[in-house]
């Protein structure tokens, strides 16, 4: 989700007009002096542009004790000229490496690094922020040793403080790159009914039927922990059931990390204490079957993590919880939903703003970071230069090109984000080979159900097309998330394969690249699987009007009529003999992965894999 890096624009070095008289800056020696200088550090941070619950007291000495062994602490404070507390940089200071002989110390926000933390910056008194960051970069060019390059992750990009950083960092000479990401976040109206009726025509319909069906096939109930006792309980079902819904998707979650566990548990005691903790529960029949935790700072709610018990997964359980979750945060009188980082089509379906973080890498004139990132802005000057001017088809064959033989990150930096994507309830499976406009044809129709977008995807799998398949789906516009595979020729069973690994849904429905569907078959597929127990479903393929009578169609429909005629008289349909998975059947991801999809070569005929299911 993230944007490329770009340059910040250099000028010469002078004060900006807007900042008042020198702030004096001092290094605070440990957490305890923080406290001496802001005794009530989280009513400091409430008055801030700041405020958010990774900078809060309980928040922030969470992450220390968890993560600060090794790290030094590097806390700047600034004062006036009265000695009046004005703003608080809370810094960690810690050695980088490029390559093997490169090497330079990082000074970033206590929080990054460990992918627990967002929505951290500099905590200044109202209307001090130019003061502070001013006083903080002029500390930095008089202090070369502190550090060679500032890395000013996850900024808020419309608060004051990043508004006013890309200026000051210009006006100083300091170099400068910055990337973006994604960030949503849910403004609440002052009712549930209210904010219901403002969401997409297709939310409103698939909440309304997810909550009617679970409501009357089980006895529903939130719990939220409220207690010391509680809390032990509701994070094993957080642990156990991430790291289950990683697990269906052949990933170990984010909380096979000793340390992680260690930092949640601690981050729960305290913010259990400070009364900001969300820590939910929904109970199906008295089991537990998904939990949800955030944490509540002034009026906005914070999303962190989630999971949910795969056996439940067909009645959406982390979207019912999420929905009692909302609806009991509006009655508190929350009016900020945050998803924090990361963008995926199933926080859309709330109905978010779309706003962004920025990533700032800066280093003072004439230093060991500014030698590194204007290598790094020259690479950049490259890579735009050369996408600008190569064909689409090879600039994207060059990046994958580049991500088949780039090293992989070592294991302490390769962790899984806060905000993974959710699993949504189907992935459509289309493996496609030299049928660009047939296939363009089977996807309008795809595009035009009557089923939430947010709910399902199209994956398409390109099969050594050399039609150009690839380029005609990169200009089409999907109502919802069309992801695009290519490889080389390798026949539909690979393909189909290579679609199934993808997939994020949890159903998949398999469909060809020349069928047009009809605009209610998602939602009755998704429908016929409301059971207890997992199902196959399926149904026939019909010729269409518009294909020219020939023998070969004539002998195809004949045999559909044949084959339907033929459930029709049997009081159930035989397994496996009526059914095959091919196009126009749906079952659940986890079935598919279990007995290895399919085979590896399909004949003309049906692949029968239903002895394996």
Sequence with gaps: ????????????????????????????????????????????????????????????????????????????????????????????????????VFRFRAVRFVGDGSDDSEDLNFVCRPGAEADVTGALLDWFTRN????????????????????????????????????????????????????????????RKWLAYTLRRIHKLYDVRLRRCRSATELPEFLDRLFEFHTRRWQMRGETGVFRRSSRRRFFEELCRRTLAAGTLGLWLLDLDGRSVAVEIGFRFGATYYDVQKGFDPAYAKYSPGGVLKALVFEELIKEGVRAYDFLAWEDPVKQMWGPEKRAYSNLLCAAPGSRGALYLGAKRRAAGVKGWLRARLPAALWEALRRAYRRLRPYPSAASLEEGNNMNDVIQMSVVIATYNRRATLARTLASVFAQEFPPEQYEVIVVVDGSTDGTPEMLRELQSPCALRVLEQSNHGPSAARNTGIRAARGELIFFLDDDILCGPSLFRRHVAAHDGPEPRFVFGPVLLSPESPATLATDWTAQSVDEWVADISRAAQPRWPLHAAVEPNSSLPRAALVACGGHGPTLSPQREHAGPRL
Aim: net charge negative; glycine share 6%.
């Design 144 to 203: 070369p040793s502190a550090g060679d390059i500032l890395e000013l992750n996850f900024l808020r990009s419309e608060s004051p403080t990043a508004l006013i950083l890309e200026s000051a960092l210009a006006a100083r000479g300091w170099m400068g790159l910055k990337t973006q990401y994604p960030r949503l976040v849910v403004i609440f109206a002052d009712d549930w009914t209210t904010y219901l009726n403002s969401l997409h025509k297709g939310a």
């Design 1 to 100: 989700n993230q944007t490329d890096q770009k340059p910040l624009t250099s000028g010469a070095p002078s004060r900006l007009p807007s900042e008042g008289p020198a702030l004096t800056v001092r290094r605070l020696a440990s957490w305890d002096e923080l406290q001496e200088v802001a005794p009530a550090w989280n009513d400091f941070l409430r008055a801030s542009s700041a405020a958010t619950i990774c900078l809060t007291w309980e928040w922030l000495t969470a992450w220390w004790e968890t993560y600060g062994a090794a790290l030094e602490l590097l806390l700047l404070a600034c004062f006036d000229g009265e000695g009046k507390l004005a703003g608080v940089a809370p810094f960690y200071r810690t050695t980088r490496r490029v390559g093997k």
